[in-house]
């Protein structure tokens, strides 16, 4: 079997890092800024959460790190590494050496990312052969090991299924028996459980987060909901309009929030034991503003509490605390914190 020439025992500062990386998209009201100077690392064995509410560009970061953006989609960055190597000046093929070997993603909907076409084991098999030319056999043996890992029964018989002749959890199961079959040393997982439902989505939530131990992987998982990233995460990276708003570690972020719209993401959770039954929860009022032409001053601005004059022109830069600790906003935390909700994890 070809080995990659990674050594997950080696001690690295980061796996990922991302510096700046920014994607514009051509459309016909102008240029759409979908992500804009996105930084953040992704240390090896660690799991990173992207949150945010929809279209505030987490599943488009992703997919510019994998390369898999739309032709029409303009990706630039100061610096994209993994691991030793530049993204940023791989070749197309170089990158599909990449994908599906050493960085693979689980995407949303299992259902249209597997080929209706195919079996499941044809599918399974495809990337082992593919990147690391070993024989079917060993390749269908790797399958059913991975099938049995991530909770399939009758992996052998499975194997000669096709999708449609699955549930969506098992299909979802299938993509992430896929997603090992390399042995990765990243995997990003783009809302893997928005499609199950709430007893499924907490089974394969306990999966990804037992095989990321176990295989010694790192993960970037992206969601929307707080709950699950409480549950699994140990850094988290909050997104708003295109760019990351504060980062830290879950419970730095939780406990001590540092951006008014964090606050308000925290205001909509349920605290059991503190919400009382009946009790409105909190709401962040206005609309994201479009991220279509000249973007300029913080784009909470609309609909922050505490805006200022100058948030409204001046670009706000992330401010560096240290160990991974940022926001984005021109007032101290202390100006709104004593009205901010905490969850105390």
Same mark, same amino acid.
Request: proline share 5%; glycine share 6%.
């Given at each position: 079997?070809?080995?990659?020439?990674?050594?997950?025992?080696?001690?690295?500062?980061? $796996?990922?890092?991302?510096?700046?990386?920014?994607?514009?998209?051509? /459309?016909?009201?102008? &240029?759409?800024?979908?992500?804009?100077?996105?930084?953040?690392?992704?240390?090896?064995?660690?799991?990173?959460? $992207?949150?945010?509410?929809?279209?505030?560009?987490?599943?488009?970061?992703?997919?510019?790190? !994998?390369?898999?953006?739309?032709?029409?989609?303009?990706?630039?960055?100061?610096?994209?590494?993994?691991?030793? !190597?530049?993204?940023?000046?791989?070749? &197309? #093929?170089?990158?599909?050496?990449? #994908?599906?070997?050493?960085?693979?993603?689980?995407?949303?909907?299992?259902?249209? =990312?597997?080929?209706?076409?195919?079996?499941?084991?044809?599918?399974?098999? %495809?990337?082992?052969?593919?990147?690391?030319?070993?024989?079917?056999?060993? *390749?269908?043996?790797?399958?059913?090991?991975?099938?049995?890992?991530?909770?399939?029964? *009758?992996?052998?018989?499975? $194997?000669?299924?096709?999708?449609?002749?699955?549930?969506?959890?098992?299909?979802?199961?299938?993509?992430? *028996?896929?997603?090992?079959?390399?042995?990765?040393?990243?995997?990003? *997982?783009? %809302?893997?459980?928005?499609?199950?439902?709430?007893?499924?989505?907490?089974?394969?939530?306990?999966?990804?987060?037992?095989?990321?131990?176990?295989?010694? !992987?790192?993960?970037?998982?992206?969601?929307?909901?707080?709950?699950?990233?409480?549950?699994?995460?140990?850094?988290?990276?909050?997104?708003?309009?295109?760019?990351?708003?504060?980062?830290?570690?879950?419970? &730095? /972020?939780?406990? #001590?929030?540092?951006?008014?719209?964090?606050?308000?993401?925290?205001?909509?959770?349920?605290?059991?034991?503190?919400?009382?039954?009946?009790?409105? $929860?909190?709401?962040?009022?206005?609309?994201?503003?479009?991220?279509?032409?000249?973007?300029?001053?913080?784009?909470?601005?609309?609909?922050?509490?505490? /805006?200022?004059?100058?948030?409204?022109?001046?670009?706000?830069?992330?401010? &560096?605390?240290?160990?991974?600790?940022?926001?984005?906003?021109?007032?101290?935390?202390?100006?709104?914190?004593? =009205?901010?909700?905490?969850?105390?994890?």
């Amino acid at each position: 079997m070809k080995k990659s020439n990674w050594d997950k025992s080696k001690n690295l500062n980061s $796996l990922l890092e991302v510096r700046d990386l920014s994607v514009d998209i051509p /459309v016909a009201a102008g &240029e759409l800024h979908a992500v804009r100077s996105v930084s953040f690392t992704v240390q090896p064995s660690e799991t990173l959460c $992207l949150v945010g509410e929809s279209g505030c560009g987490k599943s488009m970061t992703a997919l510019a790190i !994998m390369n898999l953006l739309p032709r029409v989609a303009k990706r630039s960055a100061k610096f994209l590494t993994f691991f030793d !190597m530049n993204l940023m000046g791989l070749s &197309e #093929r170089e990158m599909a050496d990449i #994908r599906g070997d050493r960085m693979t993603m689980i995407f949303q909907e299992p259902m249209t =990312s597997l080929n209706p076409s195919y079996t499941i084991g044809n599918q399974l098999e %495809e990337a082992m052969m593919r990147h690391r030319q070993v024989s079917r056999t060993e *390749a269908r043996q790797r399958a059913i090991f991975l099938l049995e890992k991530v909770g399939i029964t *009758a992996a052998r018989r499975r $194997l000669r299924q096709y999708p449609h002749q699955l549930s969506g959890g098992l299909r979802q199961r299938v993509m992430i *028996a896929m997603a090992l079959m390399c042995d990765p040393e990243l995997i990003i *997982a783009d %809302e893997p459980t928005t499609a199950l439902d709430v007893t499924i989505q907490a089974q394969i939530l306990h999966l990804l987060s037992g095989l990321r131990r176990e295989f010694h !992987m790192a993960m970037i998982l992206i969601t929307h909901d707080l709950g699950i990233v409480a549950r699994v995460a140990d850094r988290v990276a909050i997104m708003y309009a295109g760019q990351i708003v504060e980062t830290g570690t879950v419970r &730095e /972020v939780f406990e #001590r929030p540092m951006h008014p719209y964090t606050s308000g993401l925290l205001a909509c959770i349920p605290v059991p034991g503190k919400t009382k039954r009946g009790e409105f $929860l909190g709401s962040i009022p206005g609309m994201v503003p479009t991220p279509i032409g000249e973007v300029r001053g913080c784009s909470f601005y609309n609909r922050c509490n505490y /805006v200022q004059p100058s948030c409204k022109d001046i670009d706000i830069a992330l401010r &560096e605390l240290g160990d991974g600790r940022a926001y984005r906003c021109v007032l101290e935390p202390e100006a709104y914190r004593a =009205s901010a909700k905490v969850v105390r994890l």
